[in-house]
């Protein structure tokens, strides 16, 4: 509901043609026009609308409702309102016309009345009329007159939509414009804003010159739309028609002639090879909105094709290594038309070349390894280069014959090795291997070099070690031995033959073989006292001794002697049996015995020089967890007899390293 309004002088523009209005009002002066569709309203002191209007102003709509005067100056009763537009209704067609309030209201179309309710009435009263409106400039006119009482009037004009009602097509677009840019191949098209107040909106249709149907490019409610013809260089034509809620459609606009520019090719094509696949690029062109990329094989055939919307490359990491392929690319516009192709470069995807290159010298030879992972397929044949001097120049490298083999690792991989036994003693080699599958060789791998071996030259003797007895046994230590082709070592013991004061040798035999690189060894024993003698032995690759050189230097010791002071009596039922199982401590087991009622297990107590009792059980097993590491300890087992005595003790010990 609106109230009474001011007197603010003011003409606007407030709809556009195709909408209905809403119900906002502008003042303005009685010699003000208000732009159309708006109302123009003029407020009168009678209801005959004689003289002059006391107050004027534009309305978007007319629907008022006044519980006094409508304005100052005016009296509240005995007033009339009068409202006026004059618009373009474009092709025209059916519309409604609704009036309704208390008191009097006419309606009159181009001054024809088409609704008559004047009458002084305490009660709404209402009327709606069907018409059709003429094409083109109409004017509607709305008098209401209050005589007494309250004051409500509103009127409204719609258009009628349903297809069964309204036939009327709306009329042909005006002032069309079409314009084309070649480079773009995007064709530009612009009108003039239909009047019709049921518009829904606007098509745009394509034909080919010499063709009688046209193809429906774009719909829109907007004044423009841009399309791509397909780029052929063919002649097209263009027509805009309007079209309503009911579904009728206009007349076209003129057709408007457009050529085509040709869509080209791509230029500036590149394929090249990587250790990933095929890498591809080209130039963009303007009017392309995608490219296709085909992959063909030897024979031609297509094999793979790709779509790529609005870039410029392309990465193919499905080409298998070795591979040959053939690649080209086309330009593909808005309207789905495809360019002739580019020249179809080709692309090999180089071989795998061999990871992880060693080299370990021999006597005049190389033991050479390498891997190759599943994904490097395919592979199985080798070229193996070698030269004196670097880089590895496979034009002057001399290559080599090798008799590969491989071994199969966890994860798939093979590991090749073959054995160079056509070098020189003494010489530095730098190596190189290829991966061959003909005519395709795959880059050089990592170089591995190695300076080979003279024959008969043994290791240097070990020197530094020492011995050091423990209440676990011996520790031996010497110092490392850093030549290149060092294999293992071999570790002696024995006795010292001769007496003290003069010549003595260790007579010894080999007690352990350790892996180069290893310069400690623990000789776990139960320290009991003897007198022992160790020597450290180096060997190389070749199995040449260091004892070869001369007399080698052994380490003379005195065991620690741990054994109880108590002597274990004999005649004993059990067997007792100590083990050191990897979770710690010491377990113990031992034989059944008739007749008995538990056992009883003892530990040796250095310090009290006795065996302390631990437990009492009548299992056949005891774990001790409250041995010290890094000492021995002997233990004792009894029979329990009923009568209270035990047996003799079955004994053993166990030695616990750190």
Request: overall charge negative; aromatic content about 10%; proline content about 5%.
């Amino acid at each position: 509901m609106n109230s009474a309004r001011g007197t603010t002088a003011a003409a606007v523009v407030l709809a556009t043609a195709g909408t209905l209005l809403g119900g906002s009002a502008v003042t303005a002066s009685a010699a003000t026009t208000c732009a159309s569709p708006a109302y123009k309203r003029e407020l009168f002191a009678n209801t005959t609308f004689k003289g002059t209007p006391k107050k004027t102003a534009c309305d978007t709509s007319v629907d008022e409702s006044w519980s006094g005067a409508p304005a100052s100056g005016l009296p509240k009763d005995g007033f009339g309102a009068r409202w006026t537009v004059t618009r373009d209704f474009g092709s025209g067609g059916p519309f409604t016309l609704a009036a309704s309030g208390l008191d009097g209201i006419r309606v009159h179309l181009d001054g024809a009345r088409k609704i008559d309710l004047w009458k002084n009435t305490t009660k709404t009263v209402g009327k709606t009329v069907s018409l059709t409106v003429p094409k083109g400039r109409h004017t509607l006119r709305v008098d209401y007159a209050n005589f007494t009482g309250a004051a409500k009037v509103k009127f409204t004009y719609t258009p009628r939509t349903s297809a069964a009602v309204d036939k009327v097509k709306p009329l042909t677009p005006l002032d069309p414009l079409v314009s084309y840019d070649g480079d773009a191949n995007t064709t530009k098209l612009g009108w003039t804003k239909n009047q019709e107040m049921d518009l829904a909106g606007y098509r745009v249709y394509r034909r080919l010159r010499g063709s009688t149907s046209w193809t429906k490019v774009g719909t829109t409610t907007a004044t423009s739309l841009s399309d791509a013809p397909p780029a052929t260089g063919a002649l097209y034509y263009y027509e805009i028609r309007a079209y309503d809620r009911a579904g009728n459609e206009s007349a076209g606009t003129a057709d408007a002639p457009v050529t085509s520019s040709v869509l080209p090719a791509p230029a500036q094509f590149t394929a090249s090879a990587t250790g990933t696949g095929a890498e591809l690029s080209w130039a963009g062109v303007r009017a392309a909105v995608k490219y296709r990329v085909e992959r063909t094989d030897f024979y031609g055939a297509v094999t793979k094709s790709w779509d790529r919307a609005y870039t410029v490359g392309l990465t193919d990491d499905t080409l298998a290594r070795g591979e040959t392929a053939g690649y080209r690319v086309a330009s593909v516009d808005g309207s789905g038309h495809v360019s002739p192709f580019t020249d179809l470069l080709t692309v090999t995807r180089p071989l795998a070349a061999p990871r992880e290159l060693t080299a370990t010298a021999g006597i005049g030879s190389a033991a050479l390894q390498w891997t190759m992972k599943p994904q490097d397929a395919p592979y199985g044949e080798f070229r193996v280069y070698r030269s004196a001097t670097l880089p590895v120049d496979t034009s002057t490298a001399q290559w080599v014959t090798c008799t590969t083999s491989f071994a199969t690792l966890s994860d798939g991989s093979r590991r090749y090795s073959c054995g160079d036994f056509s070098a020189e003693e003494g010489t530095t080699y730098h190596y190189a291997v290829a991966n061959v599958q003909w005519p395709l060789v795959s880059s050089l791998s990592n170089t591995a070099t190695v300076t080979t071996l003279v024959s008969d030259k043994p290791p240097a003797q070990v020197t530094g070690l020492t011995a050091t007895a423990t209440e676990y046994g011996i520790e031996l230590d010497w110092d490392d031995n850093t030549e290149p082709d060092l294999k293992r070592y071999a570790v002696y013991r024995g006795t010292v033959l001769g007496e003290e004061g003069e010549e003595q040798v260790c007579s010894a035999g080999e007690w352990a073989h350790l892996p180069a690189g290893t310069s400690h060894y623990r000789d776990v024993r139960v320290p009991d006292g003897d007198h022992a003698c160790y020597w450290v032995d180096a060997i190389d690759n070749a199995n040449n001794s260091s004892r070869w050189l001369g007399p080698v230097t052994a380490v003379a010791v005195d065991e620690l002697d741990l054994t109880p002071s108590v002597a274990t009596p004999g005649g004993s039922p059990l067997t007792l049996t100590a083990d050191t199982p990897a979770a710690g401590g010491v377990s113990l087991t031992w034989n059944a015995v008739d007749a008995v009622t538990g056992y009883q297990v003892y530990r040796w107590n250095p310090a009290t020089r006795t065996y302390e009792k631990l437990a009492a059980t009548t299992d056949r097993s005891y774990h001790d967890t409250t041995t010290a590491r890094g000492t021995t300890h002997y233990y004792w087992v009894t029979a329990l007899y009923a009568d209270g005595t035990e047996s003799a003790p079955g004994a053993d010990r166990a030695v616990l390293e750190p």
